[in-house]
């Protein structure tokens, strides 16, 4: 079983609209978790970190379900800027353990 | 502040060969780590390095080899490359692992092919 699961999509969506994307984890110990993006063909980038139950940055807002081992991101009012990658990473030991990324595209 | 750096950014090279990837950051990050990227699996790491002169393994290390003798450098090598060791690297540094300071830093990554 995987360490981190998540929905590859697409997501494709309108301007304006509201996404969330689900991410599921295996080991319960887990202590740290985060969502990173990552465009086409470039190195992934840190858009949130989640250590208590949510954390919300400005559209952006994750939360943290302990009990059912997942995580999610909501998308307020979609961009196209935000259209990329989403990964789910998840952190146990000294090991960061990453899902296979969700992806977005955010229509005109 | 050029941050963290690879190179080549490309490489085509032949099954059986030596490759090395280069990895650099001026942070003095004291956490190095090294990733593939394929389709299907998302990015899985291949080794770590908690600080000079101390390395580990990760998920998938089996045809690799790195060595960190400074704590800016962290150089990944294909000892005798094969094809399913073509993928995308990225090298990544964190000043801590530790909860509220574990943010990865990531190269731009290297691209490599075998023939």
């Known amino acids: 079983r995987k360490e981190v699961e998540q929905d590859p999509g697409p997501f494709n969506v309108p301007e304006g609209a509201t996404v969330a994307f689900n991410c599921t984890y295996s080991?319960?110990?887990?202590?740290?978790f985060f969502w990173y993006r990552q465009d086409c063909r470039k190195e992934p980038k840190l858009l949130m970190s989640?250590?208590?139950s949510g954390n919300e940055d400005g559209r952006f807002t994750a939360q943290l379900n302990r009990a059912s081992q997942y995580i999610s991101l909501l998308i307020r009012d979609s961009k196209l800027s935000d259209s990329a990658t989403y990964l789910c990473?998840?952190?146990?030991?000294?090991?960061?353990?990453f899902g296979t990324g969700t992806s977005l595209t955010v229509i005109p | 502040d050029a941050g963290i750096t690879q190179s080549p950014r490309y490489k085509i090279t032949e099954t059986g060969r030596q490759v090395t990837l280069m990895c650099h950051q001026t942070?003095?990050?004291?956490?190095m780590f090294w990733y593939r990227q394929d389709l299907g699996h998302g990015l899985r790491l291949i080794y770590y390095s908690a600080a000079a002169d101390i390395t580990d393994k990760g998920e998938v290390p089996d045809g690799y080899v790195v060595s960190r003798s400074k704590t800016e450098n962290f150089p990944l090598t294909l000892e005798s490359a094969t094809r399913s060791q073509t993928s995308v690297y990225f090298c990544?540094?964190?000043?801590?692992?530790?909860?509220?300071?574990?943010?990865?830093?990531f190269g731009s990554g290297t691209q490599l092919s075998v023939l």
């Open positions: 989640v250590y208590s």
């Open positions: 942070w003095s990050h004291s956490y």
């Open positions: 990473v998840v952190k146990g030991g000294n090991q960061f353990y």
């Open positions: 080991n319960s110990a887990s202590q740290s």
């Open positions: 990544a540094s964190s000043e801590s692992i530790f909860r509220g300071d574990e943010k990865l830093f």
